[in-house]
């Protein structure tokens, strides 16, 4: 009985040790701040973020030293095949809203910055409001990574296996057809998913998924769950905008890990 207890000691012991270095690779790793955004308009529409607002958001983290990065470099810099800038950050867009062609665009090549829009490729070239092929065309040859949103933006989880398969495979294939590269990154549509889903994601050929759960992405991220900031048309946008960039950091300075 007293060698069953010391080997459980030592059990415990070892898997505290363990426990406690992950701790630490984590809070000592890359933290990266990925901001999801919808639309750049003036409109009154909780997605759909003033022109002004998003120019000075953007001037604010070109002035503060942040770098624009791609999916691709987040993945590489997670398994530790690249080494990220000091403050990385991930620019998204979901839906592929025609005014990030002709209002974001703009702004993001006026101060140098990528960005990533996930696109529903059933709606490109096909609705006024989303954009079209010759415009995704354009962005991507100056700084703009495109990458799947869906087929149709349905809502997975309402889904069987067979149709959630369809969206995130047909979506892929779509877009790599028209694109001429791999697409390898997926935003969930309304940032739900479950891990049945995320498994699903892995199969078709996926290597990263994005959701709305608010953090930054760091080693204790899981790839098919990773997080992002989402940033809104509020009544103070630029206010909420710097608080929730601080807010990411001050949560990650005092060392807590994700649940």
Do not use: C
Request: aromatic share 14%; charged share 20%.
């Amino acid at each position: 009985m007293k060698k069953i207890l010391a080997v459980t000691i030592l059990i415990l012991m070892a898997a505290g040790k363990i426990f406690a270095q992950n701790v630490q690779e984590i809070s000592e790793g890359p933290k990266i701040l990925v901001l999801n955004y919808h639309q750049v308009q003036n409109s009154h529409h909780s997605l759909a973020l003033p022109i002004a607002d998003f120019d000075a958001q953007m001037e604010y983290l070109y002035s503060h030293g942040y770098v624009t990065i791609t999916p691709d470099e987040l993945y590489s810099g997670l398994n530790g095949e690249l080494e990220l800038p000091k403050k990385p950050v991930l620019i998204t867009f979901d839906d592929g809203y025609a005014d990030n062609y002709t209002n974001a665009f703009p702004i993001l090549k006026y101060y140098g910055m990528r960005a990533t829009i996930f696109v529903i490729p059933a709606f490109v070239g096909k609705y006024n409001n989303y954009l079209t092929w010759e415009e995704i065309g354009e962005m991507e040859e100056n700084g703009i990574t495109i990458e799947s949103h869906t087929l149709n933006h349905y809502k997975l989880e309402e889904l069987p296996d067979d149709e959630i398969r369809s969206e995130l495979l047909n979506s892929k294939l779509i877009l790599e057809e028209n694109l001429g590269h791999p697409v390898e990154f997926l935003a969930y549509p309304t940032g739900t998913y479950n891990l049945h889903i995320a498994g699903i994601a892995k199969s078709v050929g996926y290597k990263g998924a994005f959701t709305i759960k608010y953090g930054n992405v760091d080693l204790g991220s899981n790839f098919y769950a990773l997080e992002r900031v989402p940033i809104f048309h509020t009544a103070n946008s630029m206010k909420d905008f710097y608080e929730r960039i601080e807010y990411r950091q001050s949560f990650e300075e005092f060392g807590w890990t994700k649940k």
